[in-house]
């Protein structure tokens, strides 16, 4: 039970952050020995998951050789349960205006150097079709906070974008979102208009820096945005997505924060995060602290945050920006990452406006420009991953705690992996370019002959060539 003993109310909110207990954990796991690294591993590697203790135990052994080991067994577990499956989405940005100061965001009310942009819905309805036109099916989309937009209007923004159909394919078919929490009954309008993951990051667990670099608007107030995730769940949203925004503040606290959190959803109602996004801090206009971040991780640090993370929630998607760039994002996700954007802009209007398409206008600067169609020919001819759009278990209403369970019993590489060769053969049919579609099909072919069930094989090789004949969104 990880209730702060001496914790006192505010407005009825308690935290379930206990930093007494995070700190004096942090003290134990300082040079572990390498007796307890190896057996923490080796629970890891049963895919049995990690206490926060233990993953600080990781995170904290200095031993180089150890740290690959990590390395290799998070590879070992990601590859044990999600195959060399990946899904593709991409972020699209609804509204930048803000009344929120958070001192790292490109969008903070104070930066008047920011052209405020809120799309109207002609223009949702005109970059939906463009990233329909490139083959997107998955979209994330992302909102400031301020008192105009409120539940309704963002619900409205959601049915917007699945009305837009285009050419081909073209449709989206899950909308995730990463908006400002809202009270149950503005969830329960999310969940009503068919919203698929809500996602919404912590940013620091620490208090007093969350107070430091929250420093106006409602967004200020830590505890009504840590229990957000308990609101959307209450309105009957399964699938929540949790995150950290590293460089705020010490990561291996930050890391036991985001555990805590999951353990104490999984306590209160039963299943932890659909998602964990681990977003490190990016330059963004008008923001010191995102040009020189206080505790700036080095890239083997934060490769073994997404290892550990991996360990320690197994089962959970891991997802990864175009924050990073492309040759690290190779690295992050042989070591644990299942979800990936591609082709991002972080301006509203930015995919059908080349007017806005600049990196002076966008929320951070993103470091993997490459388009989608780019990303998807190395991460298939590189590194022999299947890119998948499939959205076929929150169709059929197999989400929240069941998803978790389905994942339990190898479930992913007997429907997801399939399912997910299905939209990647549908993209190739429709979007791909001639280069993208030769190592494409080369990966289905293989992917195809190392199948094991016969059942199932025949079943794909059944629907593929009705995919080749026209027919779409067919699925396992
Ligand atoms: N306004 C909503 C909120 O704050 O929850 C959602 C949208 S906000 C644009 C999405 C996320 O972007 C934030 O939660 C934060 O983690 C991340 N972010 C903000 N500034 C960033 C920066 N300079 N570099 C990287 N990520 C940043
Ligand atoms: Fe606004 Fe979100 Fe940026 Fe904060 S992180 S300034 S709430 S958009």
Redesign the pocket.
């Known amino acids: 039970m990880v209730m702060k003993q001496d914790s006192t109310l505010e407005n009825g909110l308690e935290s379930f952050i206990d930093e007494e207990l995070i700190w004096s954990e942090i003290d134990k796991a300082i040079n572990p020995d390498p007796s307890l690294v190896r057996e923490v591993l080796a629970k890891a590697g049963e895919r049995k998951g990690l206490t926060p203790f233990e993953a600080a135990v990781l995170l904290k052994n200095t031993d180089l050789e150890m740290d690959n080991e990590i390395f290799e067994t998070a590879m070992k577990v990601k590859k044990g349960i999600y195959g060399n499956r990946l899904v593709l989405f991409a972020p699209l ?1 609804i509204t ?1 205006e ?1 009344a ?1 100061q ?1 001192e ?5 009310a104070r930066n008047k150097e920011l052209e405020r942009r809120t799309l109207t819905a002609e223009e949702i309805h005109k970059e939906v079709e463009v990233l329909e036109d490139i083959g997107h099916k998955r979209l994330l989309l ?4 301020h008192p105009k937009h409120g539940a309704d209007w963002i619900a409205q923004t959601v049915r917007d974008v699945y009305s837009v159909t285009s050419s081909k394919s073209g449709e989206i078919r899950r909308v995730n979102v ?4 809202l009270d149950v009954e503005g969830f329960k309008k999310l969940h009503e208009v068919g919203i698929g993951t809500y ?5 620091t667990y620490h208090r007093a820096s969350y107070d430091k670099y929250h420093t106006a608007g409602r ?1 200020k107030d830590y505890l009504w ?1 840590l229990h957000a995730m308990h609101r959307a769940m209450e309105a009957g949203i399964d699938d929540v997505g949790m ?3 590293f ?1 705020l503040f010490d990561p291996v606290f930050e890391v036991m924060g985001l555990l805590y959190h999951a353990m104490q959803l999984e306590m209160d109602h039963g299943v932890g995060p659909h998602t964990i ?1 681990f ?6 206009q008008g ?1 010191d ?2 040009f020189s971040p206080p505790y700036l991780a080095s890239d083997h640090d934060f490769k073994k945050i997404v290892a550990v993370l991996r360990l320690a929630v197994p089962y959970t998607g891991l997802i990864l ?1 175009t ?1 990073e760039n492309a040759d690290f994002r190779k690295e992050l996700i042989k070591v644990g990452v299942s979800q990936l954007s591609a082709g991002s802009r ?1 301006y509203p209007g930015a995919y059908s406006d080349p007017e806005f398409d600049r990196p002076d206008v966008q ?3 993103v470091g993997d420009s490459r388009s989608l169609d780019e990303t998807i020919r190395s991460i298939v001819g590189e590194h022999g991953y299947v890119p998948s759009w499939c959205t076929a278990c929150y169709r059929l209403g197999r989400t929240g705690e069941h998803f978790m369970e389905l994942a339990k019993t190898g479930f992913i590489q007997k429907f997801c992996l399939p399912n997910g060769l299905l939209t990647f053969k549908e993209y190739l049919e429709d979007y791909g370019t001639e280069e993208t579609k030769k190592v494409g099909e080369e990966l289905i072919r293989k992917e195809l002959a190392n199948y094991s069930d016969p059942e199932r094989r025949n079943l794909l090789t059944d629907r593929l060539a009705r995919m080749e004949k026209g027919e779409r969104d067919l699925y396992l």
Not at 142 to 145: P, Q, T
């Open positions: 940005y930048n803000c929120n958070c790292y965001c490109g969008f903070n992302v909102y400031g906070e990463n908006c400002a929490p996602q919404c990051f912590h940013e967004k945005r995150g950290a925004l460089g996004s977003p490190r801090l990016e330059p963004a923001s602290i995102a920006t924050r972080t929320q951070f600067c």
